[in-house]
């Protein structure tokens, strides 16, 4: 058996909406990014899924086509020592002339196949469609897609006509290259049930076979689904292909956390957009790792029972879950894992894929909406040139056989913890023996992550995050680390031993800054800078949270990194000291500016108060000459924790997009509670007489990618928490003394003074 392979790719989908084509290559900006190639190749892959799409060489006509994009790209992964595995349709319906549907698509794709195969013929391995199966449903059955048709024969007509186009495109390839290999990818999962459902998940289990089924030439009269095709009218077709089957080389399985379904009869357990159902009943259809008991069998369940269905070399063709940056490279790593042990039970997997490796755009509306939604990859694209994530260098370890593993990634994956359940678990049906997953145990303790300032808001919300994500860590208080006593800084870092330190701790109180200015800055700059440098002289990467308070507000633009601090008052004199001598020590420091943090977990922060005071009827002043960047503190913690654990260092900006007055940001918190925004009023700022000056306008961009959400978005999610009948009851708990019995994700947004 060859060696395990480790592959990759970029999310290349061209799919059309209506009349518009959406290219998933031009939206990463690989399109225009021939350099991505030399990124690739680093990771250690040796072969490179990769686009030579219809619709980009010839969206015309059949006969005007343009190579020379893919002519440059070609030779270039072939000098950089990969193999293209190249792929002639990618969940899409072909150039405006065709679609799935036309009678005349199969014999027009093979013409174009064999134009590639004469233009390429070295290239040896082709995946000429893409899912079959997957994009007849989202295109024929379901509607999503062009040519948004919901009907069951013409499914199974776009799939016979994608069939078809695979069986001819290959014989025009191997008339060219004789040698040419057939790699067959498709989205393959499990539909589990209750028993009540058990018709309905039979049949799922029984269509989910049947891009390989056919081109296998395994649909013969006692196949499960050959009556049903049979009287749709297929009956020649199925014959047709029976005598001329095309059976893949290789099984290409993609399996995403989405690919297990599980279907349950009591529809009032789930939401109004979870519900289905067929001619028969009602169903909800939900993602199994969110309600199964037991837990679906996954990646190394579907991989298994390929295996044995076909008795052909396997790979894992996609291998990609949008997830926070440590979930990532677990998925990743434990595809790697269990391709080998599949292998050594005899199973012929030929090779896991690092899919989308450039990220993705919309998928989580399944590319219906072009909105801007992006899933981080192994390299962040957002802006600039593709800045490598942790995912990155956990490829090149497994690619290249260089590197460790990163110790914020160790331990189970949340699909594997009890986190997984979104739903009532429900018990699916068993009936025959199935693959089981494995967990592999015997790793070492992890080192901890250390954050500074338990008893601060926002290293308590560090901690919660770091629980809900599955990532080891240390939080101390004052008594065990004073950030006034080096001793004490040494001797905790140097006995946990951990793999990066977070400073949550500092003053936080900026008015009293103003008479307390020794204290403010023993705290902020003294304090700080003495961690830093005792995180330098061992390696240490750290984090330091800074503020919008540097700057002097004389702009007419939001701030970026880049800009030179002026602060008005001592509490950003400390911070912007601070910063200056952390990144004057050199070592990994990285330092976030954040500003006006909201969280529906802390009751001293401003949107909790503007629900106190709005809420209970009586009028709110607040500032409407101080412009900001409002920071939701869940988005905050899961940024800073995705940025540290992908070795980031310098100065960052993470706030919220959008700027408002605190007027203006009270109105919109009142809005999106349904409280009466004219209780709000707003006032200059000198009417409330602080100590402190602030900046007038002194909102947070950014140079760097993106990687906060809208401040809509995020007020939408604090509404959504601070007015659910369990969060009210927990709060409601909390006030009269009795015990927290509900377990939050991140919450809380002061530091501990130190």
């Known amino acids: ?39 690739f190749a680093e990771l250690g892959l040796s072969a490179l899924r990769y686009p030579v799409l219809w619709e980009r060489v010839a969206p015309r006509r059949p006969d005007d086509l343009d190579w020379s994009w893919t002519d440059e790209r070609l030779a270039r992964i072939r000098d950089l020592g990969m193999r293209p595995i190249a792929g002639l349709l990618h969940h899409g319906s072909g150039p405006r002339y065709t679609s799935l549907v036309d009678p005349g698509f199969a014999e027009a794709f ?71 290999k057939l790699i067959q990818t498709e989205d393959l999962g499990r539909t589990y049930s209750t028993r009540a459902v058990k018709h309905q998940a039979d049949y799922d ?21 050959w009556p049903r095709l049979e009287s749709l009218g297929f009956g020649d077709r199925l014959r047709a292909i029976l005598d001329d089957p095309c059976p893949p080389d290789v099984l290409g399985v993609n399996h995403y956390l989405t690919s297990d379904r599980f279907l349950d009869h009591r529809v009032d357990d789930y939401p109004p957009e979870r519900h289905g159902g067929n001619q028969f009943m009602a169903y909800a259809d939900v993602e199994a790792v969110r309600v199964a008991l037991p837990a679906p069998a996954g990646l190394e369940g579907v991989l298994e029972e390929a295996w044995s269905r076909y008795r052909r070399p396997v790979a894992v063709t996609e291998s ?110 068993v009936d025959s023996p199935e693959p ?7 790793q070492p303790p992890a080192r901890p992550l250390l954050i500074v300032g338990a008893t601060g808001t926002l290293g308590k919300a560090l901690a919660r995050a770091c629980e809900w994500r599955g990532i080891d860590y240390l939080l101390t208080s004052r008594e ?106 050199g070592g990994q420091p990285l330092m976030i500016r954040t500003a006006a943090f909201f969280s529906p977990f802390d009751a001293f922060n ?40 992908d070795g980031e260092t310098g100065i960052r900006h993470l706030a919220n997009t959008g700027e408002v007055s605190w007027a203006e940001f009270a109105r919109r918190i009142a809005r999106a509670l349904g409280l009466d925004e004219r209780l709000v009023r707003g006032v200059a700022c000198a009417t409330f007489g602080w100590p402190a000056p602030r900046p007038a306008y002194a909102p947070l961009g950014t140079e760097h990618a993106q990687v906060m959400p809208s401040l809509e978005n995020a007020i939408a999610r604090y509404a959504a928490i601070v007015t659910d009948a369990e969060f009210v009851a927990e709060a409601e708990a909390i006030a009269d003394g009795r015990p927290n019995l509900f377990m939050r994700s991140p919450r809380g947004e002061q530091q501990e003074e130190a």
């Open 606 to 645: 401003f949107a909790s108060h503007v629900l106190r005071t709005v809420g209970s009827g009586r009028e709110l002043t607040a500032a409407e000459d101080l412009v900001v960047s409002p920071t939701y503190v869940p988005d905050l913690v899961d940024a800073t924790l995705d940025l540290l654990i």
């Open 205 to 225: 289990n029984a269509r989910r076979w049947m891009t390989w089924d056919l081109l296998s030439g395994l649909v013969k009269p006692d196949h499960l689904l």
């Open 1 to 39: 058996m060859p060696e395990l392979e480790l592959w990759g790719g970029h999310e290349c989908t061209v799919n059309r909406v209506g009349g518009a084509f959406h290219d998933q290559t031009v939206r990463s900006g690989h399109h225009h990014r021939i350099e991505d190639l030399e990124r």
């Open 436 to 442: 089981r997953p494995e967990w592999r145990t015997g």
């Open 110 to 180: 093979a013409g174009y196949a064999r134009a590639a195969a004469e233009r390429y013929p070295w290239v040896a391995e082709w995946t000429p469609v893409n899912e079959p199966l997957t994009t007849a449903r989202f295109s024929a059955l379901y509607g999503h897609w062009y040519p948004h048709l919901a009907d069951e024969h013409m499914f199974w007509a776009a799939l016979f006509n994608q069939i078809d186009a695979t069986r001819m495109a290959m014989r025009e390839i191997r008339r060219v290259n004789p040698h040419a």
């Open 320 to 429: 990609h879950n949008g997830c926070t940056r440590e979930e990532q490279v677990r998925w990743v790593r434990e595809a790697w894992e269990v391709a080998h042990r599949l292998r050594a039970r005899g199973a012929d997997v030929r090779a896991v894929t690092a899919w989308a490796l450039l990220g993705t755009y919309d998928w989580n509306s399944l590319l219906t909406r072009h909105i801007g939604h992006y899933e981080v990859g192994a390299f962040d694209v957002r802006t600039g040139a593709p800045r490598p994530t942790a995912i990155a260098a956990e490829l090149k370890r497994l690619g290249t056989g260089s590197g460790e593993i990163h110790p914020a990634t160790q331990g189970p994956g949340w699909w594997r913890r009890d986190i997984r359940m979104e739903f009532r678990p429900a018990f699916r049906t």
């Open 480 to 585: 065990q680390l004073s950030l006034a006593d080096e001793a004490s800084i040494a001797r905790v870092l140097d006995e946990s031993a951990p793999w990066g330190v977070i400073n949550a701790a500092g003053w936080v109180r900026v008015d009293d800054a103003e008479a307390e200015a020794a204290a403010c800055m023993a705290a902020n700059a003294d304090g700080a800078v003495r961690l830093a440098r005792l995180c330098r002289d061992r390696s240490l990467p750290m984090v330091g949270y800074s503020s919008d308070l540097v700057f002097d507000g004389r702009t007419d633009r939001p701030y970026v990194e880049s800009d030179a601090p002026r602060p008005l008052n001592v509490y950003g004199q400390s911070k912007a000291q601070a910063e200056a001598e952390i990144l004057d020590l």
